[in-house]
């Protein structure tokens, strides 16, 4: 009768239990800490007929000390008219780990109508990172648009 050898469950039990310990702990550590809170501050105008576009310069601050100056665009289409002009424009970012993140292409849609003074508030992503827009401003636009929001160096 020949025996048969089994592997070392121990070892191999020991082995998995430490690897797999060690995996939610990379995406933490590529990620070097925690998430940290950032605010952007813009101003912003622009124009729509069918084709919306609007740009504006900001800064970002966070509350790791990082600050950044930024431009700012926003292009898009679809049935809206009018002209905009945002002068005190506010935006609170989610699923920031470092200042770099902020920067890119967020997805934009949404209905708007005013004429004279107005405020308005837009909620914006891009991955991970999430971007919620408010603003106070003066124009006339009427409307349903969708486009991109997009901040750069």
């Known amino acids: 009768m020949t025996r048969r050898r089994r592997p070392p469950t121990a070892l191999l039990l020991a082995f998995a239990i430490a690897f797999g310990a060690t995996l939610p702990a990379l995406p933490a550590a590529a990620q070097s800490g925690g998430p940290i809170d950032c605010e952007l501050r813009f101003e912003l105008s622009g124009w729509s007929a069918f ?7 900001g800064t970002i601050t966070c509350d790791n000390g990082q600050r950044m100056d930024v431009r700012i665009k926003t292009r898009g289409g679809g049935i809206t008219v009018g002209k905009t002009r945002i002068a005190d424009g506010r935006g609170e970012f989610s699923g920031v780990y470092r200042i770099d993140d902020v920067l890119g292409t967020y997805a934009a849609a949404e209905a708007h109508a005013g004429a004279g003074k107005s405020a308005g508030a837009q ?16 124009g006339w636009d009427l409307g349903v648009s969708f486009g991109k929001f997009v901040i750069e160096r």
């Open 123 to 138: 909620a914006l992503t891009k991955g991970s990172v999430s971007l919620a827009l408010a603003g106070k401003g003066e």
């Open 51 to 57: 084709y919306k576009r609007a740009d504006g310069t």
